[in-house]
Structures are given as structure tokens and as C-alpha cells.
């Protein structure tokens, strides 16, 4: 039943989500550019930057069972592209779900500057235009509800970055597996739903810090996205080992109520596994309280995104618990009329 506060629906757009990447699949399934590569950069901001820290660490797992190179995954998340980014054997992806970014639009018209290889991904807009009128590959990705926000597309982002990786022959046949694991989360919402609302009662009145390990560090920043932009809360994240030699330090003497929520995976390093069970240990001695959750599902796509939705249905029941509604975003519209001015 939807929430008075919930005009968008937000929480069936959670319950959706799985089955975005078969869509992500279909929108792409025609689009493939010549040349071949060995790395990708992916531009965006924001919900629209959210693919490529997930699509990495998902290539790193397919790499690793396949014995096979690494696809290397640049994020430019600025208005120019990084100099450090290797221009050989590169391509180039554009996304904006709205098509109106203006960092996102500034770095493409770069890259169309450099001639370098490029595709878009939008709902319209000005980059879809400017695909058009360049005769650059687009995707265009569905807008389910007028109220849709980019940071709830992942799956349409992700299957169609992969089907894309797919037709270049960058990486092996993958939609089995991954369809399989979305109705794996799909399986599992219910009871993702029971655990995220009773963690949004604990976080009630506390700033929220998520942890995770190196691995899977992605899985915490995007925690941390979905709890300011639904819950309209600040929240933090951070990932291990690196937290343990500075961060941890800041809990000697905290300065309001923290809640740390630390992400494990069974496949974390055991030292991170040790790390997670002692950091744990010694903040709750500073008087912090700590969740330690083990990330649910048998591979690391499953795992991944059974750990998003549950961090979706938590950060959605504490804007309730706030008074807000979880989908718009007022204050980034505000920042965008003001720039306009």
C-alpha cells in the first residue's frame, strides 16, 4: 500500500528494480561501435554516476572467474575528462538521465571535440540531441513515472553497459547469470523490506556511517547516496583497511550520534574479516552503536544488489520516519535554478 508521503510511489519503484536489466539488455541489444578496447570511461553525476562504481567491481568478480583481463573502468565525474585516462583502445560512455547534465554535456562535447569514441545514455534531453546530430550511438532509457529519479535506473544503466560490453566482445555472455541474480533479490524484497525497516528504526535520530571492504567499498558509497537523497539526512561511508588508519580515530571523541552499519562480504580478505569484528569492538567501547550485516547471496552480483535493496528500503522507511517523502530532491533543483540565474 503506498504511504501518504510517498507521492512518487518510491517504494514500488524499489520493488521494480530487479526487473530493469532485462530492459537495460533490450535497449541495447543493436548498439555496438567499431573498434576494439580494453577500457571504458563512464561520465556522470550523481544517481547517474551510480553504475560505474557498481559495474566495476562486478567486471573485477566476471575477470576473476574467467580468468580473464580486467576491464579498467575510469569515472569522470567533472566537466572535463581526467588527464590520466589512457585515450588508446578507450570508450566512451555519456550518462545523464535527464540528458540536461551540464558536467555530463561539457565532457561529451569534448570528446566529440577529440573525435574520440563515444555512446549515450539518456531519457532525452540535450545529449540525446546532440547524438543525433553527431551520429553517436544513444540508449534511451525509459522514464517509468513522471516523479522517476536517476539514482532508481541502476539496473537499466548496468544491463545495458553490459549488453554494450557484450556486442564489443569485451566480456562473455553474462545475461543468464545476472537475470538469475535479479530474481534472486526479487525473491527476497519481503523479507529485505522487514530488515530495512527495522534497521531505519535504530537509525532514527543518529547520522548513519557505512562500512564495507575494499572489494565492495561501491555497495557503502551508494548506502550512503540513497540515505542523503532519500532520507534528506547526512550520512558518511568509508571502506576497510583504510578507515583504520585515520577515520576511526574521529570516534575518540564524537561529536553527535553515530550509527555505523559495516557491509561484510564472505569474500572480504580475512584480514578485513578480522578488522570489521575488532573495529566493531572498540568503537562500541567509545560508546557507538555498530550493525555488523553479512551481505546476502551466493555470488557478487547477488550479493551487490540484494545489499542495495536493502539499503533502498532503509533509507525509504526512515524518510518516513522523518516526514519525508523519499523521491524529490529539492534542494539540488534549488542549486540548479540558482546556476541558471
Known amino acids: 500500500m503506498q504511504h501518504e508521503l510517498d507521492t512518487s510511489n518510491f517504494r514500488g519503484m524499489i520493488l521494480e528494480s ?18 576494439s578496447f580494453d577500457s571504458i570511461v563512464i561520465s556522470g553525476m550523481g544517481g547517474s554516476a551510480l553504475p560505474s562504481d557498481l559495474l566495476a567491481a562486478y567486471l573485477r568478480d566476471i575477470a576473476t572467474r574467467h580468468s580473464s583481463q580486467t576491464i579498467r573502468v575510469f569515472q569522470n565525474r567533472f566537466y572535463s575528462l581526467a588527464s590520466d585516462i589512457p585515450e588508446k583502445n578507450t570508450l566512451y560512455f555519456f550518462c545523464s538521465y535527464s540528458g540536461n547534465t551540464e558536467e555530463t554535456l561539457e565532457s561529451f562535447e569534448e ?58 566482445e569485451m566480456i562473455p555472455d553474462v545475461r543468464e547469470e545476472v537475470l538469475a541474480g535479479a530474481r534472486e533479490v526479487k525473491e527476497n524484497l519481503a523479507s529485505l523490506e522487514e ?20 572489494r565492495l567499498r561501491s555497495v557503502a558509497m551508494v548506502w550512503k547516496i540513497k540515505l542523503n537523497e532519500n532520507a534528506k539526512t547526512p550520512a558518511f561511508w568509508n571502506y576497510f583497511p583504510e578507515l583504520n588508519h585515520n577515520e576511526m580515530v574521529g570516534f575518540s571523541l564524537p561529536q553527535a550520534k553515530f550509527f555505523v552499519i559495516m557491509l561484510r562480504d564472505t569474500d572480504d580478505h580475512p584480514r578485513n574479516q578480522k578488522r570489521f569484528d575488532i573495529t566493531a569492538e572498540l568503537l562500541r567501547e567509545k560508546g557507538v552503536e555498530v550493525e555488523v550485516l553479512d551481505m546476502k547471496g551466493k555470488n557478487v552480483f547477488n550479493r551487490v544488489f540484494m545489499s542495495i535493496a536493502l539499503g533502498d528500503f532503509t533509507s525509504y522507511y526512515l524518510a518516513l520516519a522523518y516526514g519525508q517523502d523519499p523521491t524529490p530532491v529539492h534542494i539540488v533543483e534549488k542549486l540548479k535554478k540558482l546556476l541558471t540565474s
Not at 530488515?195 to 557505512?210: M, W
Request: glycine share 14%; hydrophobic share 40%; with cysteine.
Open 18 to 35: 530487479p526487473d530493469q536489466f532485462q530492459t537495460g539488455f533490450d535497449l541495447a541489444k543493436d548498439v555496438r561501435v567499431p573498434g
Open 111 to 168: 570528446a566529440l571535440r577529440r573525435e574520440l569514441p563515444c555512446i549515450g545514455m539518456s531519457a532525452g534531453g540535450k545529449l540525446e540531441t546532440l547524438c543525433a546530430e553527431r551520429g553517436v550511438p544513444h540508449i534511451k532509457l525509459p522514464l517509468p513515472s513522471p516523479g522517476f529519479q536517476p539514482r532508481m535506473g541502476t539496473g537499466f544503466f548496468i544491463g545495458a553497459l553490459l549488453q554494450v560490453l557484450m556486442n564489443q
Open 195 to 214: 530488515e530495512g525497516k527495522a534497521l531505519s528504526e535504530k537509525l532514527r535520530g543518529k547520522t548513519p556511517v557505512i562500512y564495507a571492504g575494499d
